[in-house]
């Protein structure tokens, strides 16, 4: 069924004049009623199977039916199944036009949360439903919900395994690439010494690919016991590239980035000592003299020296070999941002005796060897304030993460750096607020993507009844974008964060008076009637887990 309901969306995104949907994906008694359209007027073919279709859909499903042979009867369970007004709501939800995942999931937790299973009429549902896409990510939370006789079923259908305890330690000897990886890092999750010596052992084994996937997994739980690992795998690399110069790039790149991840490593104070000459306090004279103001500089050799170099930073560290866009920057300067980007920020503080705000300021001032001297330029960010940006989020400093937005929120449009990350610093009140002074969450010529995938991080903020507005007039604007498949999936994931009053707001209103009738139209399809509809399934559910 998902097949010709997918044909028809595709085709309505493209257009008839660019794709005619399959009339052989149909239902046999959609076919029959669209036999006595003209099949030359293509939109009115269209219209009639999409909304013949639409019918179809909405119709209903008979659950699935498993026959199986008679075998050991299922164990006796050991917590309460969910309660009738429970069960019902979460097959209203799989009812649901588009299948609401956001709810799905709100559903599992709140049942986990009551120590409830599934009814029995249920489990083949919400077992296939884990093999689905949308859904794979609720794997773990459907295990917790199958009780014993989900998992008595599994001996029928392998793909249903996810239920079963996975010994982690013999996937991660016996399992694919893929999921020899996943083992690693569940590994790495409880045991971290232990993730790593079960890499170092295999390590020689592993190909390119593997290890530059495998040696990731230590970015979670990094800790200063890995280095010597880390230090081996380095230096065996530049031994390798002593005979061919540009061997396993990527590789080299990602073991420098967790060694500079360490500040007391061996690399780090290293490249420390040599980066921290470049910048320096001085002493401006004033008055004639009589007084002297303390200024940060940074200062460079265009031309590169034994460090800022190719052989340096391209050939030994492999972090850069030359600048991506020479207009903007010469290759020292990428050369020099790299290296910012990556080392603490508080070595800063420590090495000037400054606090964030005044090394961020003497950082932007620069105008750099190519930035033009000009009106536009001025609220732009220097080169070197977004990598500052980039090393508060690297080594996870929450002063320096704030103290950023603080300073430069005002500056510049924020959403122009690909900075979002750094939002995850501020509290939910602090969050909302930030948006609405200094983020057009309509832009989508900006990071707009990105920022409202940060919003939808925090499982348990409920929006403002502002903020939820604010939200849900920035998807107007995507209708008539590339947008549209986002929107619709930003929708029904915000579903749990939005004020529950935008209901009773006339949010038709919402979308431009000047706007065609079909974006209108499109408008109270996509985002207004849904969104009411899945408002009073949040309700309900809320209703029937406290009742």
């Known amino acids: ?146 009780g014993k006789r989900g998992l008595w079923m599994t001996q029928f259908n392998s793909e249903w395994n996810y239920l079963k305890e996975t010994d982690y330690l013999l996937l991660w000897e016996e399992g694919k690439a893929a999921e020899r990886k996943i083992a690693l890092e569940e590994i790495r999750k409880n045991n971290p010494a232990q993730a790593r010596e079960l890499l170092e052992k295999s390590w020689e084994q592993e190909t390119a690919k593997t290890k530059l996937e495998l040696i990731a997994v230590l970015k979670n739980q990094l800790s200063s016991d890995d280095e010597p690992f880390l230090q081996q795998v380095f230096d065996e690399i530049q031994t390798v590239r002593q005979k061919k110069k540009d061997a396993t790039p990527d590789l080299l790149k990602q073991v420098v980035e967790l060694l500079l991840s360490l ?127 980039q090393a508060a989020y690297y080594h996870n400093n929450t002063t320096w993460a704030r103290s950023w937005l603080e300073y430069y929120k005002d500056v510049y449009t924020i959403q122009q750096t690909h900075v979002s990350y750094l939002l995850g610093y501020l509290s939910d009140a602090e969050l909302e607020e930030f948006y609405l002074k200094h983020i057009d969450l309509s832009n989508t010529a900006t990071d707009s993507q990105r920022l409202r995938e940060e919003l939808l991080k925090r499982k348990e903020h409920q929006w403002s009844f502002a903020f939820t507005q604010y939200v849900v007039k920035a998807m107007c604007s995507d209708l008539t974008s590339y947008n549209y498949g986002n929107t619709v999936s930003f929708l029904i994931e915000s579903i749990l964060h939005m004020h529950p009053d935008i209901v009773k707001e006339n949010i038709s209103d919402y979308m431009s008076a000047n706007a065609p009738g079909w974006v209108r139209s499109q408008y109270d399809k996509t985002i207004v009637f849904p969104l009411q509809e899945m408002m009073g399934l949040r309700m309900e559910l809320k209703k029937v887990f406290e009742g």
């Open 263 to 389: 500040p007391e490593s061996k690399l780090s104070q290293e490249i420390w000592e040599k980066v921290k000459r470049y910048v320096y306090k001085t002493k401006d004279k004033k008055l004639l003299g009589l007084v002297s103001a303390e200024n940060i500089a940074v200062v460079i050799p265009e031309k590169g020296d034994d460090f800022l170099c190719k052989e340096t930073m391209w050939e030994r560290l492999g972090i850069l070999e030359e600048s991506h866009n020479k207009n903007v920057y010469v290759d020292v300067e990428g050369w020099l941002y790299e290296i910012i980007s990556r080392i603490s920020p508080q070595l800063w503080e420590q090495h000037l005796s400054a606090s964030p705000v005044q090394i961020m300021e003497a950082f932007n001032k620069g105008d750099g060897f190519t930035k033009k001297k000009d009106k536009a330029k001025e609220d732009t960010i220097a080169l070197y304030t977004v990598a500052l940006a």
């Open 1 to 146: 069924m998902a097949d010709f309901w997918n044909d028809l969306v595709n085709t309505a995104l493209l257009g008839t004049d660019k794709q005619t949907f399959d009339e052989n994906l149909l239902p046999e008694t959609i076919k029959n009623s669209l036999s006595q359209v003209d099949k030359k007027d293509k939109e009115a073919l269209f219209y009639k199977a999409a909304a013949l279709a639409s019918f179809f859909k909405k119709a209903g499903n008979m659950p699935e039916k498993l026959e199986v042979t008679a075998g050991l009867p299922a164990e006796t369970e050991v917590l309460s199944y969910a309660p009738t007004p429970v069960i019902s709501l979460l097959r209203k939800i799989f009812s649901y036009d588009s299948g609401n995942y956001a709810l799905v999931e709100k559903w599992l937790d709140e049942a986990i949360r009551k120590s409830w299973i599934i009814t029995p009429d249920l489990l083949l549902v919400i077992l296939n439903l884990g093999l689905d896409k949308k859904y794979k990510h609720l794997q773990p939370k459907i295990r917790q919900i199958a």
